[in-house]
């Protein structure tokens, strides 16, 4: 059991080494899932541990926002309602599943590492994601901790890259370049402008637990400041090899009722496609899932 969970109504189970807890003795849609020192307790123990999942949760779409907002605003792009389902924009939807003939821009999302909405000025602090599908073979998530991807850089690296800037963008050369992920071929122009990137350090200290992780991501980033992307790309290599090693990462094999929320500012996520892709209409094959965003 984790440390710092008692008398909060929940028990908490480590998922691997360093990464992930789950928490038993709680539904979502309960009012004790909600109250202040849960809620107080459950955010230290994700920032400590990066990833919480919960497990058997049937949650409607309101009751997941609910629960999300007890742990602060929710995040605001343009993206989220672009992939939001009726009525609902504040969830972004991940689906295989054809809507009226057509297939979902979000079909094949995650295909590169990455923590949410690092290409905004101020990126999202978490996200809440729940599975309704689930491929009966894989669909899985992989979680990379960021704390352990830091503490394995020798002194010198952490500090050649201490005063070091990278530039996150949703239109990275990396994600570009990359035949099989699709753009967003519809975002307008001055969304594009909204969503253009932003600086963030290479080095970030956790805002709540004080430790320092490594922020750089395969999917965002593009350069570091001052650099270009070719004189970038074999110190980005380096550090996207080192994040996400097997000792650095957990895997996730989903099943409906899951919910697992994770920490932006400490870890990375990545859905590999592990499962059959070429036969995405098979009901053993279908994939849903909705996902929250803290701002």
């Known amino acids: 059991m984790d440390a710092g969970v008692h008398g909060t109504g929940f028990t908490a189970r480590e998922l691997s080494w360093q990464t992930g807890s789950e928490i038993t003795g709680l539904d979502l849609r309960q ?34 926002l609910a629960f999300t907002r007890r742990f602060g605003a929710l995040a605001k792009t ?3 309602g672009r992939h939001a389902p009726p009525g609902y924009p504040d ?6 599943i054809k809507t009226n003939g057509i297939r979902s821009e979000t ?59 990278a530039f996150h963008t949703l239109f990275s050369s990396r994600t570009l370049a990359r035949r099989a992920r699709k753009p967003f071929s519809s975002v307008q122009e001055d969304e594009l402008q909204r969503l253009s990137g932003a600086l963030h350090p290479v080095l970030r200290r956790h805002s709540d637990t004080g430790r320092m992780t490594l922020y750089v ?21 380096y550090l996207f090899a080192l994040a996400v090693r097997p000792a650095h990462t957990y895997r996730h094999r989903w099943q409906p009722g899951d919910l697992i929320m994770w920490d932006n500012r400490c870890s990375m996520h990545y859905a590999p ?16 899932m909705f996902r929250s965003t803290l701002a």
Request: proline fraction near 4%.
């Open 217 to 237: 991501s395969e999917q965002m980033v593009d350069h570091f400041e001052g650099w270009s992307v070719e004189e970038s790309a074999p110190l980005l290599d």
């Open 31 to 64: 009012a004790d899932a909600t109250a202040q020192g849960t809620i107080d307790a459950l955010w230290q123990l994700l920032g400590q541990r990066g990833i919480l999942l919960f497990r058997d949760q049937t949650l409607d779409h309101g009751q997941h």
């Open 78 to 80: 343009g993206l989220l």
């Open 107 to 165: 079909e094949n999302a995650a295909q590169q590492w990455h923590s949410d909405q690092s290409f905004l000025e101020v990126p999202a602090r978490a996200s809440l994601f729940r599975c309704v599908h689930a491929p009966q073979y894989g669909g899985d998530t992989m979680f990379a901790n960021m704390y352990q991807a830091h503490d394995a850089l020798s002194e010198g690296m952490r500090a050649a890259l201490r005063p070091m800037r």
């Open 91 to 96: 969830l972004f939807m991940v689906s295989n």
């Open 273 to 288: 496609i592990d499962y059959d892709f070429a036969a995405l209409d098979a009901p053993e094959n279908r994939r849903l």
